[in-house]
């Protein structure tokens, strides 16, 4: 008898695909630290809502226990209750913050990578993160406004004349080109075009401005 399980059984070697993420340090800080704090926040809700249910379990299991006992159980309880909804509420908070940095970093631009060496890998990065002359920067402002849902102002021109290289730092504010809607927060809304891929952003006035 011939075993066929040879002709059941195909492999195929793949070439490892690399995408690399422009992005600031600052950034990673900011995923870092958010990360942090919402992992820590987590642990805390985890442990008081144990102290919840160990609470309750004692309460149902308690067998004529003293008056003065079941209230202090009803205090810890509420207690345990209220710190696990806040603990969650910060978790939740910190860890949404970090992913919204991440979503942010994605959507800075790319630099992908062609080959499967690594060596090959930190070349195409070395080249893609070159300075280059101003004059022939890769990074060109298509459109931008500084708005409130009662009025909007462009600011375009101002922002291109702050590029440096291939990088606008800035920050979101009156002084780029005056107050649009005094008294009201305004929004900072930036399409750019870095490498060939268009990107929108949008800050919040006082907002630190990065890009890409």
């Known amino acids: 008898m011939t075993d066929s399980s040879d002709k059941l059984i ?3 070697i793949k070439g490892r695909k690399v995408t690399y993420y422009l992005t600031a340090e600052e950034d990673l800080q900011n995923v870092k630290s958010n990360s942090l704090l919402g992992d820590i926040f987590s642990v805390l809700a985890s442990l008081t809502a144990g102290g919840t249910i160990s609470v ?3 309460r149902a299991t308690g067998i004529q226990l003293p008056q003065q006992t079941n209230d202090v159980l009803g205090v810890l309880l509420y207690f345990f209750i209220l710190a696990t909804f806040i603990f969650a509420c910060f978790g939740v908070y910190f860890h949404s913050r970090s ?3 991440i979503k942010k970093i994605k959507g800075s631009g790319t630099v992908k990578s062609l080959k499967s060496g690594n060596q090959e890998e930190i070349v195409e990065t070395a080249i893609a993160d070159e300075e280059i002359p101003s004059g022939e920067s890769r990074l060109e402002i298509l459109k931008a406004a500084y708005w409130t849902s009662n ?3 462009d600011v375009t021109e101002e922002l291109r004349k702050r590029i440096v290289g291939n990088k606008l730092e800035a920050i ?3 002084e780029i080109k005056g107050d649009p809607d005094f008294g009201t927060v305004k929004k ?4 750019y075009r870095f490498d060939g891929t268009t990107v929108t952003k949008e800050f919040t006035e006082g907002e630190r401005i990065v890009i890409p």
Do not use: W
Not at 188 to 191: C, G
């Open 172 to 174: 979101a504010s009156n």
């Open 99 to 101: 992913f919204a940095t």
């Open 151 to 153: 009025a909007r102002v």
């Open 188 to 191: 900072l809304t930036i399409e």
């Open 10 to 12: 195909k492999s195929e």
């Open 56 to 58: 309750i379990l004692t």
